[in-house]
């Protein structure tokens, strides 16, 4: 069974999704952390409330982004975490955790990458007009939203949308397929090939 952590800087809506894709059967793995770099995250409250250990590390703490990440690390390596899972993550990661990690952290995005990368894909999709736009679940590397694609889903982009409208279902598609993506990961499915993320299926 796989050790994942989630890291998250909100609401945690996505983390809810995948907890209740663990509890249903639907991810093979194991939630066993979720850390927050906002003390009022709610996410650290759905985690407390099931019995997770939730950390909350403040980034003024520390100088450089490389600083924080190492901060990470101890825990993250204390509870022998296999897959790491950005889930309203707010910060860009240094390449410390991602050479500790490398493609063993996950991320999902509200558009269809490499289309709208960025921390305003839904608008930036309706400001261009867009009649499809989307959710990516990628490996993170050490660009901005450039890893490997894992999965993806189409989203319509309605002519009467407004952007709160639209990211509802944009984030109605993340809660179906961030599970589908950790549960490849955790069977074993995965594999990456330069930029290519291959699904094995047999």
Known sequence: ???????????????????????????????????????????????????????????????????????????LQRARIELIVLAGFMRLLSPVLIEAFPHRIMNVHPALLPSFPGTSGVEDAMAYGVRVTGCTVHFVDEGLDTGPVILQEAVPALQDDTAGTLRQRIQAAEHRLYPRAIELFCRGQLRVEGRRCIIETG
């Open 1 to 75: 069974m796989k050790r994942i952590a989630v890291l998250a800087s909100g609401e945690g809506s996505n983390l809810e999704a995948i907890l209740k894709a663990v509890e249903g059967g639907e991810i093979s793995g194991q939630v066993l952390l979720v850390i927050s770099d906002r003390e009022e995250a709610r996410a650290l409250e759905r985690a407390r409330r099931r019995g997770i250990e939730a950390l909350f590390l403040d980034p003024r703490s520390y100088g450089k982004r490389e600083a924080y990440d190492r901060a990470l690390l101890e825990p």
